[in-house]
Each structure stands twice: as structure tokens, then as C-alpha cells.
């Protein structure tokens, strides 16, 4: 039977900056993430953490292989000064940078710049940005664009890479708004998944075309159920007051907030692996997958099985974490 093929990134620690020496924590995981065949870290963007530029160089200058998966929002950075970046990263590790374009979900951030676009609006300045990003890694000629967000004559930003160094633009979101975002400029749709019945229905393309599909989702496996459902339950407990933040955000913009807050809001567990526990007491949100190593290698396979071929981590930092993970990871590889 031939090996699963499929990639797997984890996320960077995204510490506030006055939260201790971020050094030694993202130092410590880009160098555990490539013992154990991790393909790259992921990088936020939110207005509390790091700056993921920096985080990426940290990972870079850290690492041997890993690629950096930069958060890329377009109102904080200018398409211009994004391609100098990735070029200048380029040049200096010899290494691909690739990027998850976001547009923003945190309303409070939204509000603290004064954003006055709706949430398709920013679907579609996320497409002009991609556009004008695309023109300045790929040629050195003059770029001239009069688009609704962006106006440009004759810019030269010097930044040109090959084909293969060109990176990836992963476009996050589930609603119709991002998937039209990213069959038209994305080279990954990534989402939380709805439990996998549901997610076939919802985000596969019936046809297959369109961007490669990816998932953002927690493992937590141990040999048996009832040991992975002790640790899950013990790190995620809920209350009062997250159930009914779990309620309000049936009502959030953003549209992959409101289909896990509905389902989190009718149970926390689907098909006995797929589990909404962490979302329930606002410890993150994404799905995690809870129970024996065989199962939990059983339910992710079959995401895999619809055309899933890029895994995002979330809850992937101690040496634990990794050792739990790589047995799931390498039971669904190994097709067993």
C-alpha cells in the first residue's frame, strides 16, 4: 500500500512581548519540530503577539529546513514591503517563505484601526494584494495598477525569485467569500474542519479542482481513549462563563467562528474523536481530534481521503506533545 503524502506544519509560540525571552521558546520548537519531520512552522498575526516577520526569521536562523508559514494581514503591511521581506528572507537563508493571507476575525482589532471594509470587502483587498504580491516576486518589470486598494506607477521593488522559491499563499477562511479568494490567487484553502461527514459536504470541491485543501486542528492521543479523553478534559475544562462566550459567538463575522460555535453550542463530541472541548473553554479555535492512537490515525485519515494533503497543528510545543503526535502522524503515513 502506498505511504500517505501529505505536510505537516506546527505553530510558532506566539508570546506576548512582555511575557519573558520569546528567544529560547521559538529557538527550542523550530529545533524539536525538525527532529521530528515537522515540514514548517506557522507564524500569527494579532496585534498582542510578536511580529511574525521577526518570528520567522528566529525559525529560519534556527533551523535547517523548516519552512516559515508568515500570517500575512493586509492592512498592516504594504504589498510592496511584503515582497521585499520574502525576497530579502529568501536571499538571506535560501529558503522558501510562504504566507497565509488573513483578513481579520478579532472585531476589536478591526475597530482599533478603524477598518471601514465589510467582511467580504476584505476578501477582495486580500485578492488586489495577493495580485500586486504575485507581479513583484515574479518580475523585475516596472508594475503599473490601478486597483481599488492599491495604486502603483511603474514600481520596482527589485525582489524577482525563481519559480521554486516563489512562495505559497495559503488563504484561511470558510466562507464563500475566502473560497472565491482562494480559487482565484491561493495555492492552499486552509479551515477548521467540521467533523468529516459534514466537512465533505461543506468545503470539498465536488470536482477536486481548485487550491489544495488544508485543515487546522489539535491532536490529542494516547494509547487508549480513556487516557486521551483524561488529558483533553484536564486541559480544557469549561464554565459558566465560556459557555456563554460560546453562544455569543454564534453571532461572530467570521464564518468558520460561527459554524464551530453552533456546533460546539449542540455537543462537544461528533463521530467519538472530533471534539469542540478546547473552543468551549476559549482555550483556542480550532477542533481537536481526542482518543487511542489507532483512532484518532483512523479519523484523520479519512479528512485525507477527501483531498486534505496539508495538516496545520495547533497544541504542538512540548516533547510530549511531539511524541504523541508523530504515532498518529506515521499510523496514517503508513496506511495502518
Not at 500569527?44 to 523548516?66: C, E, G, Q, R, T
Not at 491532536?219 to 456563554?244: I, K, Y
Amino acid at each position: 500500500m502506498p505511504r500517505r503524502q501529505f505536510e505537516v506544519f506546527g505553530t510558532a509560540p506566539a508570546p506576548h512581548p512582555r511575557e519573558g525571552d520569546p528567544l529560547p521558546l521559538i529557538t527550542k520548537l523550530a529545533r524539536r519540530a525538525e527532529e521530528y519531520g515537522v515540514d514548517g512552522l506557522l507564524a500569527f498575526y494579532n496585534h498582542k503577539s510578536l511580529d511574525p516577520w521577526a518570528v520567522a526569521s528566529a525559525i529560519l536562523l534556527h533551523s535547517k529546513a523548516l519552512t516559515p508559514i508568515v500570517a500575512l494581514q493586509p492592512y498592516a503591511l504594504a504589498p510592496f514591503t511584503a515582497a521585499k521581506l520574502i525576497h530579502s528572507l529568501n536571499r538571506l537563508h535560501g529558503r522558501r517563505i510562504d504566507v497565509n493571507l488573513i483578513t481579520g476575525a478579532a472585531k476589536e482589532e478591526l475597530d482599533q484601526i478603524d477598518e471601514t471594509l465589510d467582511h467580504d470587502q476584505r476578501y477582495e483587498r486580500a485578492i488586489e494584494y495577493a495580485t500586486v504580491l504575485r507581479h513583484l516576486l515574479s518580475s523585475d518589470e516596472p508594475l503599473v495598477h490601478q486597483g481599488r486598494h492599491y495604486r502603483y506607477r511603474r514600481l520596482r521593488t527589485h525582489s524577482r525569485l525563481e519559480p521554486e522559491e516563489q512562495p505559497r499563499i495559503f488563504v484561511a477562511g470558510s466562507s464563500p467569500a475566502s473560497r472565491r479568494a482562494a480559487e482565484q490567487i491561493g495555492d492552499i484553502a486552509i479551515t477548521h474542519p467540521e467533523p468529516v461527514d459534514a466537512f465533505a459536504e461543506t468545503f470539498i470541491a465536488p470536482s477536486g479542482s481548485g487550491p489544495k485543501t488544508g485543515i487546522r486542528i489539535g491532536l490529542v492521543a494516547r494509547p487508549t481513549d480513556d487516557e486521551a479523553w483524561e488529558v483533553a478534559r484536564a486541559l480544557h475544562p469549561s464554565d459558566r462563563l465560556t459557555e456563554r462566550k460560546t453562544l455569543m459567538r454564534k453571532r461572530s463575522e467570521s464564518d468558520w467562528s460561527r459554524r464551530l460555535a453552533d456546533l460546539a453550542s449542540r455537543g462537544e463530541t461528533y463521530d467519538d474523536v472530533y471534539w469542540t472541548g478546547a473552543y468551549r473553554a476559549d482555550k483556542g479555535s480550532m477542533p481537536l481530534l481526542v482518543g487511542s492512537y489507532r483512532e484518532v490515525a483512523r479519523y484523520l485519515d479519512r479528512y485525507l481521503a477527501l483531498g486534505v494533503d496539508t495538516i496545520l497543528l495547533g497544541r504542538l510545543f512540548t516533547e510530549e506533545d511531539f511524541r504523541h503526535s508523530s504515532i498518529v502522524l506515521d499510523a496514517v503515513r503508513a496506511g495502518t
